[in-house]
T-cell receptor, first 115, second 113 residues
Framework: TQLLEQSPQFLSIQEGENLTVYCNSSSVFSSLQWYRQEPGEGPVLLVT?????EVKKLKRLTFQFGDARKDSSLHITAAQPGDTGLYLCAGAQVGLMEYGNKLVFGAGTILRVKS | GAGVSQSPSNKVTEKGKDVELRCDPI?????LYWYRQRLGQGLEFLIYFQGNSAPDKSGLPSDRFSAERTGESVSTLTIQRTQQEDSAVYLC???????????FGPGTRLTVL
């Protein structure tokens, strides 16, 4: 069973601070995705990283995929109250397409940014 | 609508009753996934459909859980003889074949009293 460990579980910071969320596994994933989920809604995809060592930037968010494709990080610069939400990492299994892109999710990081 | 829709948005039921949860995927998306999310936790995979066949049912927690899909459209997740531990948000997602990107619906919040 592939597992993704996400840390920290909860983060409460002041507006303007920087933060990093980590996602680690002993398994290799074909790709890794980061989602943001707000209360009462489904997760919304932020980014997909595919290549080991890949770095993607989305405004103030920087995503990195580990060289071995086993871990990833999300860094937010100068956090804003609008960044508040549940951040989930999800790894797509390496395997046959007939089993689909079944995603293995981390437990999530609840981020609260105070103004 | 352009997105994945789910109904009902909320369902409260008594222990032992059966419930049906519905998912309408994005038109043209051949893949459909069901997940369960317990309070404060990540998503737990339940079942995957490619068209109307389910090659991966490995996540269904017990034989009280079943799902079906009509062609490449609507899917129904059925929970028989509900238990309190079934209380959770049930999320549906769809994607194009061979795509990593899954689009999620808003979920159905199930509460079993």
């Amino acid at each position: 069973t592939q597992l993704l460990e996400q840390s920290p579980q909860f983060l409460s910071i002041q507006e303007g601070e920087n933060l990093t969320v980590y996602c680690n596994s002993s398994s290799v994933f074909s790709s890794l995705q980061w989602y943001r989920q707000e209360p009462g809604e489904g997760p919304v995809l932020l980014v997909t990283v595919v290549t080991g060592g890949e770095v993607k930037k989305l405004k103030r968010l920087t995503f990195q995929f580990g060289d071995a494709r086993k871990d990833s990080s999300l860094h937010i610069t100068a956090a804003q109250p609008g960044d508040t939400g549940l951040y989930l990492c999800a790894g797509a299994q390496v395997g046959l397409m007939e089993y689909g892109n079944k995603l293995v999710f981390g437990a999530g990081t609840i981020l609260r940014v105070k103004s | 609508g352009a997105g994945v829709s789910q109904s009902p948005s909320n369902k409260v039921t008594e222990k032992g009753k059966d419930v049906e949860l519905r998912c309408d995927p994005i038109s043209g998306h051949t893949a459909l996934y069901w997940y369960r999310q317990r309070l404060g936790q990540g998503l737990e995979f339940l079942i995957y459909f490619q068209g109307n066949s389910a090659p991966d049912k490995s996540g269904l927690p017990s034989d009280r859980f079943s799902a079906e899909r009509t062609g490449e459209s609507v899917s129904t997740l059925t929970i028989q003889r509900t238990q309190q531990e079934d209380s959770a948000v049930y999320l549906c997602a769809s994607s194009q074949y061979n795509s990593n990107e899954q689009f999620f619906g808003p979920g159905t919040r199930l509460t079993v009293l």
